[in-house]
């Protein structure tokens, strides 16, 4: 049950890691 736990962590923020780059990315030419 922990090792589930701690994998959904890890991918987790390995997803919001991966929001933050396309915002950086993508954030500004969409705004403007």
């Not at 994998?7 to 780059?21: P, S, T």
Request: charged share 15%; glycine share 10%.
């Amino acid at each position: 049950m922990r090792d589930r736990n701690v994998r959904w962590i890890l991918g987790f923020n390995q997803y919001l890691g991966y929001v933050q780059l396309w915002k950086l990315n993508y954030g500004p030419s969409l705004m403007a």
